[in-house]
């Protein structure tokens, strides 16, 4: 929420199938570390490991569930203009690429978003694109 006052989005309404993916055990840590114990580590095919009550962890189909049950949310609102999200990094990257009815995988094809950056999903000629991404 403070990233969307950040932007000065006005009236954003917090929703949990927003929240970043749960790294389970390996919350906190970064992929350079978790390499280090796990050679040939990625995320996008190897997953995470579970982790404690507080952070059981997430499937890839988790992630791309809640980025599902958000795009239908989306759709519905698009008739009345556009729609501005908020997200961070690895759910952004779902949320493009389920936009393109493509498998949450493909997620691994687009760069990590950067921090304040934007990205824009949009439609041309009936068809989903992602039209900018990782603008500054």
Do not use: K
């Given at each position: 929420?403070?990233t969307a006052e950040l932007a000065g989005l006005v009236g954003a309404e917090a929703d949990p199938d927003l ?118």
């Amino acid at each position: 929420m403070r990233t969307a006052e950040l932007a000065g989005l006005v009236g954003a309404e917090a929703d949990p199938d927003l929240l970043e993916w749960d790294y389970g055990g390996y919350e906190g840590l970064t992929a350079e570390e978790i390499s280090a114990s796990r050679p040939g580590w990625d995320l996008w095919r190897d997953g995470v490991v579970a982790g404690d009550v507080e952070h059981p962890g997430e499937r890839l189909a988790e992630v791309a569930a809640r980025v599902d049950a958000v795009l239908e949310r989306i759709r519905r609102l698009l008739g009345d203009g556009d729609v501005a999200v908020v997200a961070h990094g690895h759910l952004a990257r779902v949320l493009a690429v389920r936009w393109l009815g493509l498998d949450a995988s493909a997620s691994r094809l687009l760069g990590h978003p950067h921090p304040g950056s934007l990205g824009f999903l949009s439609v041309e000629g009936g068809q989903p694109c992602v039209s900018a991404w990782n603008v500054l």
